[in-house]
Each structure stands twice: as C-alpha cells, then as structure tokens.
C-alpha cells in the first residue's frame, strides 16, 4: 500500500471525507449509510458499482456528466465486459483489491477523444459495505484535472484505451 495521495480535486476530497465521515470507526461505512443525495453536486460525476466478483461488476449509477463525455449511459451494464478481453484482467484485480481488502483507491486516467485530444481525470473509488460486512458497492467520482473545451464532449469508443493509460494507488485508513 502507499502513502495516502494528495486528491487534487475539491470535489474528490469532499467526497472522500463525507465516505470517511460515514465510517464510525468501521473500515469502510455501511451502504446503507450512503445516500447519493447527500452529495448532490456530485451525482453528475458519480458512478455506483455492485460487485459481484469474479466476473461482474454492475454499474448501477452512472453520472449525467459522465453519460454526456461518453456519449451513452452505461448504467445496468457490467463493468468488467466494458474491455477488451485483455484488459478486463486489470480492472478484476482492481475492483478486487478494493472488495478483498477495502482500500480506497485513486486514479488518474489520460482519455483521448476519437478526435485524437487527451485530458486527464482523477478518479477515485471508495468501498461500501454491507451489514454482514462484506463490500456490496463501489462509489466512483470522476473529474477532470482541467476544464474541457466544449468540443470534446465524446470519448466514443476510448474506454479500452484509458484503461491502458491508467495510473492507480491504493491506500488503507
């Protein structure tokens, strides 16, 4: 594990704290403490994962401001079969690394639109359990590390490729 990250978003720092605020001396707060509309500047960036590990893990929010970038709504879909059978490896490892062990984790994903612009986000993923303990969900925030211009709204087809670009850091409080 690593030192715990400095969040350059805002936005991801308060939502980090409002997670740990939950916590009441446990690992990682019950879900059923989390209510996305706590945080309501924040559900345009937000996803809500359920693992269902090995070999699923269903997106059951997905941010309106994600779902514009992107260009459709991957809400209902299964995370894992969103990459190429290559990369969908490292994203199990992740997703398990934060279910097996409840580490809040971070990363920063260079995107490149179809028109060929790169940004980056920092993304950063908090473990949500249930009442037996085990974690049921994954809360997702995304932004963007600077302002996108307006013409690069959609990343089309890019998943596959941020995912390669990826830099991530686990940490444990």
């Given at each position: 594990?690593?030192?715990?990250?400095?969040?350059?978003?805002?936005?991801?720092?308060?939502?980090?704290?409002?997670?740990?605020?939950?916590?009441?001396?446990?690992?990682?707060?019950?879900?059923?403490?989390?209510?996305?509309?706590?945080?309501?500047?924040?559900?345009?960036?937000?996803?809500?994962?359920?693992?269902?590990?090995?070999?699923?893990?269903?997106?059951?929010?997905?941010?309106?401001?994600?779902?514009?970038?992107?260009?459709?709504?991957?809400?209902?879909?299964?995370?894992?079969?969103?990459?190429?059978?290559?990369?969908?490896?490292?994203?199990?490892?992740?997703?398990s690394l934060v279910v097996a062990k409840q580490v809040v984790t971070?990363?920063?994903?260079?995107?490149?639109?179809?028109?060929?612009?790169?940004?980056?986000?920092?993304?950063?993923?908090?473990?949500?359990?249930?009442?037996?303990?085990?974690?049921?969900?994954?809360?997702?925030?995304?932004?963007?590390?600077?302002?996108?211009?307006?013409?690069?709204?959609?990343?089309?087809?890019?998943?596959?490729?941020?995912?390669?670009?990826?830099?991530?850091?686990?940490?444990?409080?």
């Open positions: 594990m690593l030192q715990q990250p400095v969040l350059e978003r805002q936005e991801n720092r308060e939502i980090l704290a409002h997670w740990d605020s939950l916590r009441r001396g446990s690992e990682s707060p019950r879900r059923s403490s989390f209510s996305p509309m706590d945080l309501p500047r924040h559900l345009p960036h937000m996803i809500m994962l359920e693992p269902q590990l090995p070999a699923r893990a269903d997106i059951r929010i997905f941010g309106t401001e994600l779902v514009h970038r992107l260009g459709y709504d991957l809400t209902g879909q299964n995370m894992v079969e969103l990459y190429k059978s290559d990369r969908n490896s490292m994203v199990l490892e992740f997703l971070v990363a920063y994903t260079t995107w490149t639109t179809p028109a060929g612009h790169k940004f980056m986000t920092e993304n950063i993923w908090l473990p949500l359990v249930s009442e037996d303990g085990k974690v049921s969900r994954i809360l997702g925030s995304l932004w963007e590390l600077a302002p996108i211009d307006d013409d690069l709204v959609s990343l089309g087809e890019s998943l596959d490729e941020a995912e390669k670009l990826s830099e991530r850091s686990y940490y444990k409080f």
